[in-house]
């Protein structure tokens, strides 16, 4: 695994633009519909906030929420700051796998599209857990595998092919084929949902997007 911090402080410039790209525009439905799916209150961590979509979002829709948008990437973060206009929005930077937060810290954690980007998720959730209350409330966003044969194999053709590509029209191949390939080998909704059980997480709701390409897992910690 290359060093995340490194790949996405190099790619951090044109994150915004590619993801919409390759997305074809569809990551900021699938967001706004992932900050619909919960209230919010209390004190709310965004983990792996990248340019911080779903702080922002949380703010504007929950100006009392007190939020923290974490990430290791400076110049990640860095965008996110440009990017809010809600005053309050505390970014921070560092690991998932080890938080500079006290134990039951937090009531809500959210992290989309980057739990497959740590070293470990068994620690990642490890860690969230020990920052969450008990009876928080933890919700990622992630790629997951869907088995259909046709399926299958028209994604292979655009984790193989398109993603390098439009990562080489700027400058970026090596970059965005590790992310394609981290998004071929992450898991399925249920060996997913199985790890969260493994971790103490009592799965409430799964919510899926694009025949079950995107997975929501909303989990409690029990
Ligand atoms: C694909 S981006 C997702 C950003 C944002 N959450 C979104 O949905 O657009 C993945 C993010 O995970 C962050 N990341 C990588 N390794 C991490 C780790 N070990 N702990 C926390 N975040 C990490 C990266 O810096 C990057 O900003």
Known sequence: MP????????????YDIVNELISF?????????????????????????GTGDIAIKIKGKYPNVAITGYDPSNNMLNLA???????????????CEDMPFENEFFDIATITFGIRNTKSVNESLTEIRRVLK?????????????????IKQLYK???HWIIPFVGLLFSKFNEYKYLADSIEGFYSKDEMNKILEFN???????????????TVYIVMKS
């Open 25 to 49: 525009g569809l990551h900021k439905k699938w967001k706004s519909d992932f900050v619909k799916l919960r209230k919010f209150s209390g004190n709310v961590i965004d983990i792996a906030t």
């Open 157 to 159: 053709i655009y984790l």
């Open 3 to 14: 060093d995340t911090k490194k790949t996405f402080d190099s790619i951090s410039s044109n």
């Open 134 to 150: 008990k009876n928080g409330v933890l919700m990622i966003m992630e790629f997951s595998k869907n088995e259909t044969i046709v």
């Open 200 to 214: 103490h997480f009592k799965v409430m709701e799964n919510v899926q997007y694009n025949f079950g390409l995107v």
């Open 81 to 95: 700051r440009k990017k809010n206009t809600h005053k309050d929005i505390n970014f921070l930077q560092g690991f």
